[in-house]
Each structure stands twice: as C-alpha cells, then as structure tokens.
C-alpha cells in the first residue's frame, strides 16, 4: 500500500519529464503540467488548436494567449516545495541513525556526521558544527572559482595571441615556400628553354642543309631534262651552240656534286634527369615544427 510520502511525491511530479513540477499550469480537466513541458507539447501548434492532457488524454484548447496564460496551479506548486524540502532533510539525516540529523562536519575524515557518529567515532577528530564549515566552504569554493575564471582568462587571452602569432607564422612560411618553389620553377623553366632553344638551332641548321641539297638537285635535274630535250629535238646547228656551254656547266654541276656530301640528318638523343633522385632532394626547404615540449619536427617539402 502506498504511503503518504509517496502519494505526496506523486501527486508533485509532473506527467512528462516525471521531476517536481516546475511553475505547474491547471488544465481544464484539473491535471498539473510543468509550463516548459507545456511549451514543448504545444510546440507546433496555434492559439485555439486542440491539445491532449497527457496524464487523461482528455481534448482541451489552447488558450488565444497561449499556453503561458493557463491558471498557475498553487497547491501543486507547494507539494513540490514540500518535497523538495522533504528530500533536502532527508539528505542531512545520518545513513547508520536514520532519526539523527548530521550537524558536525569531520575534516579528518571529510563527512558529516550526527551527534551520536561524533561522539562514538570522531570525538577526537578535527570536527566543527556543518554552518560553519560550510561557510568556510563558500569562501574557499568562492576563491578557486575566481581562481578558475582568472585562470580560464589568461588561457582564453594567450591562446589569442598564440594563435594570431601562429597565423602570421603560417602565412609567412606560405609566402616563402611559394617564392622559393617560383625560383625552382624559374630554374627549370630557364633550362627547358634552352634546350629547346638549342634544339631549334639544330633543326634550323638541318633545315637549311636540306634545302641546299634540294636546290642542288633540282638544278642538276634541270639540267639533264634541258640536255635531253636539245638532244631530241635540237638541230645540229643547235647542238654545236650549245655544245660547249652545256658541257661547261655539266662541269661545274659535276665539280660540284651533291651526291659526294652524302648529307644525313643528325641523329638526336635526350637524356632525361634522374627524376627518382631529384624526388629524394629538398629542392624547396625543409619545415621545422617546434613545441615548447620538443625541439622540433622536421617535415620536408619537395
């Protein structure tokens, strides 16, 4: 059979979050809700919307003022104070004397304890009545909060200034590594455009043996084709006109033959670089992260 206590208790705990009813509001079926668990419950919905009572599920309507405007429910409200207070003397009551309420406070053995405790097994302890070890306790725990704040300040304050200076760090690490990656690059651009450069100058000079050679052919071609045609279709009075200057020239052509140069374009090669040991050197720098616990970690940049 339930006992009055926690009749009491039940009638001061709230049907939704099951605590002590906090700032409980009456609906119209007499059932107590806490107004936060009210607000929550009604959330989604509008002044003049349906509700249900979540203790008899009965339909109620939410008020045009909403559900903050519901009538306070007093007695309710001072069942639970009644059994927070209740709780809060229940606490102070000593666990092995359960009629002994505990009024010393032993710092030898940091607890409190009744009457009986202390003069059976603290008497000779370092002990005090609880008010006043508590308001010690207020100062002491009102100073390392203070302490704490301080402290929780100066962090917060240098963690700022650590942070903008390590910001600042990056930033500049930033600027150099690109700035020492654009000369690398300048280098490699500098050296692909020589020999290309150099390249170029090879396939020119190639060309231009080429085209000699291609000239000199031709005019031997013409030559043999202007020779043939006097021969076939020439008169004897042409033929002897032009006896001596052909052969003459045939001569010089044969003086000057390009079939003895024997011409061959050159033959290229490129040796690329050892890409695998350029990978293994710090063409860029070298990274150093230092903390205060360390004297530093090198990372390499490549």
């Known amino acids: 059979m339930a006992t009055a206590a926690s009749a009491a208790s039940d009638l001061a705990t709230c049907p939704i979050c099951l605590d002590l009813f906090e700032n409980p509001k009456s609906l119209p079926c007499l059932h107590a809700v806490c107004l936060k668990c009210l607000q929550e419950l009604c ?4 002044p003049g919307d349906r509700a249900t009572c979540p203790k008899c599920r009965k339909k109620f309507r939410i008020p045009r003022e909403g559900v903050d405007s519901l009538q306070h429910c007093f007695i309710v409200q001072q069942l639970a104070d009644n059994e927070r207070e209740r709780i809060r003397l229940q606490d102070s ?13 032993c710092h030898d053995c940091k607890e409190n304890v009744c009457l009986i405790c202390f003069t059976e097994k603290h008497r000779n302890h370092n002990s005090a009545l609880i008010p006043e070890v508590a308001d010690s306790f207020r100062r002491r725990i ?5 302490q704490i704040q301080s402290a929780i300040s100066s962090v917060r304050e240098r963690s700022e200034l650590d942070t903008a200076e390590f910001r600042s760090e990056v930033e500049d690490v930033n600027k150099k590594v690109l700035a020492t990656g654009d000369i690398i690059k300048h280098f490699v651009d500098s050296q692909v455009n020589d020999l290309l450069i150099q390249l170029q100058s090879v396939t020119s000079e190639s060309d231009k043996q080429v085209e000699a050679y291609r000239l000199a052919l031709v005019k031997m071609d013409e030559f043999c084709k ?9 008169r004897p009075s042409d033929i ?8 003459d020239r045939a001569t ?7 079939t003895a140069v024997k011409y061959r374009p050159p033959h290229l090669t490129f040796t690329p670089a050892d890409v695998t040991q350029v990978q293994r050197l710090s063409l860029i720098g070298k990274l150093t992260v230092a903390t205060d616990q360390q ?3 090198p990372f390499r940049l490549y």
């Open 43 to 46: 959330r989604d919905m509008l």
């Open 93 to 105: 009551f000593c666990d092995e004397h359960k009629e002994e309420q505990q009024r010393m406070y």
């Open 142 to 146: 009102h100073d390392d909060i203070q």
């Open 226 to 234: 202007y020779s043939q045609e006097l021969l076939d279709k020439g």
């Open 240 to 247: 002897t006109r032009a006896g001596c200057e052909l052969h």
């Open 252 to 258: 010089e052509l044969l003086d000057n033959d390009v």
């Open 295 to 297: 004297s530093g970690t």
